[in-house]
Structures are given as structure tokens and as C-alpha cells.
């Protein structure tokens, strides 16, 4: 059981926007800790996608962009494409009374039809 | 260019202790602000945040693991160790290290290394 709730699974056309949802709690992302996301391709290792909620990092394309509101956030993808299928996570920091700890969600995978 | 990459073993017994080296290049562990973290991932499960140490030598630890981890760092080989004791079989995953600086988010990975739990 993950501390940041992400849906299992999401899925979209080529060229369609999709959304996917990263919700914590007031000692994580409600406490105002950063959000970051990452991708994971296929057989390889995470790559940072979006940090500090809603900036890219360079070679990052445009059409990821990162919110955050509240206890939650969310990454929103534009103009999908086949090489987007991958799994997303987002991670920020927890501290609650079991100690500081840097937390990731349980992931979503991105289908694309 | 930063690279990071993780080596041990791939097969350990249960109750053995696993010893993990990042070894990586083109940054400072003594450089402010930056640390690196390991981080794992069962197989076909979520990422896990293990442990980070930091350039001046500040360890933090997953709650739930602590008393199993040890990270040290050698500066002098632009490495860092990651210990855990006990090994079960639900430890079997791919772990990761990663470079954690200005941006504050594990910014960049290592390739990863495989490590199987089994008698």
C-alpha cells in the first residue's frame, strides 16, 4: 500500500491528452512538499519527467506538465504518442510520526491505443 | 555528464547480509546540497525509497527498514555502499542508486542490478 494513491492503469489515442492523479495526504504533498514524476520505459530505469511540481528538466518535452493543489497532484500528457507507453510514478516526502521518508506512488501504466 | 552505476550480487541466500557499490562519476559527493539515494523495485511492483546520504555525511532511512540499512560513502572513490542485513525473499528486486541536487528530486539513475533472494 503506497502513501501517494495513483491509478493503476490509464490509456489514451495517439494525439489525445491524458491525466494521471498522484493523491497524498496533510504529511506529504498537503504539508507543501515538491511533487516530482518519473517515466519508466520498459526493461529500463526511471527517468525525472517533471520536478518541483511543474518544471521539466531539459529534453523534456513540452507536452508533459506537472500541477500540484492540495493534497494531490497531477501529470498531464498532450499530444500522446506510441512512445509514451510507460509507467509513471510520482514521489514526493512524508513526515509523518513514523519519520521523514521520501515516498513514491504505486505507479500507473500509460496504454496507448 | 553524470552516470551512477550499481554492482553486487545477483543470488543471496535468506538471512545473508547484501553489500551494494554505486560507483559513479561527474559530480562531488562533497559538493553542498547533493546526496545519493537508493531506491528499489520488486518485480513488477512499485519503486521503493530505501536510503540517501548526503555530502556532509547526513543517512537518512526508509522507517520501515531501518534497522536493516547502512549507507556509508567514499568520497575518494566517488562511491557509495548500501548494506542491508537479513535478506528475505521478499527483498528480491532491481536497486537502484540515484544523484539527488539542486533540483531535489533523484535526477539522474543508475542502470540498476538485479538482486535474487533464494536458498
Known amino acids: 500500500q503506497s502513501v501517494l494513491t495513483q491509478p493503476p492503469s490509464v490509456s489514451g489515442a495517439p494525439g489525445q491528452r491524458v491525466t494521471i492523479s498522484c493523491t497524498g495526504s496533510?504529511?506529504?504533498?498537503?504539508?507543501?512538499?515538491?511533487v516530482h514524476w518519473y517515466q519508466q520505459l520498459p526493461g529500463t530505469a526511471p527517468k525525472l519527467l517533471i520536478y518541483?511540481?511543474?518544471n521539466r528538466p531539459s529534453g523534456v518535452p513540452d507536452r508533459f506538465s506537472g500541477s500540484k493543489s492540495g493534497t494531490s497532484a497531477s501529470l498531464a500528457i498532450t499530444g500522446l504518442q506510441a512512445e509514451d507507453e510507460a509507467d509513471y510514478y510520482c514521489?514526493?516526502?512524508?513526515?509523518?510520526?513514523?519519520?521523514?521518508?521520501?515516498?513514491f506512488g504505486g505507479g500507473t501504466k500509460l496504454t496507448v491505443l | 555528464q553524470i552516470t551512477l552505476k550499481e554492482s553486487g550480487p545477483t543470488l543471496v541466500k535468506p538471512t545473508q547480509t547484501l553489500t551494494l557499490t554505486c560507483t559513479f562519476s561527474?559530480?562531488?559527493?562533497?559538493?553542498?546540497?547533493?546526496?545519493v539515494g537508493w531506491i528499489r523495485q520488486p518485480p513488477g511492483k512499485a519503486l521503493e525509497w530505501l536510503a540517501l546520504?548526503?555530502?556532509?555525511?547526513?543517512?537518512r532511512y526508509s522507517p520501515s527498514l531501518k534497522s536493516r540499512l547502512t549507507i556509508t560513502k567514499d568520497t575518494s572513490k566517488n562511491q557509495v555502499v548500501l548494506t542491508m542485513t537479513n535478506m528475505d525473499p521478499v527483498d528480491t528486486a532491481t536497486y537502484y542508486c540515484?544523484?539527488?541536487?539542486?533540483?531535489?528530486?533523484?535526477?539522474?539513475w543508475g542502470q540498476g542490478t538485479m538482486v535474487t533472494v533464494s536458498s
Open positions: 561527474g559530480f562531488s559527493l562533497s559538493t553542498s546540497g547533493v546526496g
Open positions: 514521489q514526493s516526502y512524508d513526515s509523518s510520526l513514523s519519520g521523514p521518508n521520501w515516498v
Open positions: 540515484a544523484h539527488s541536487g539542486q533540483l531535489a528530486a533523484f535526477d539522474i
Open positions: 518541483g511540481n511543474s
Open positions: 496533510s504529511s506529504n504533498i498537503g504539508a507543501g512538499y515538491d
Open positions: 546520504i548526503y555530502w556532509n555525511d547526513d543517512k
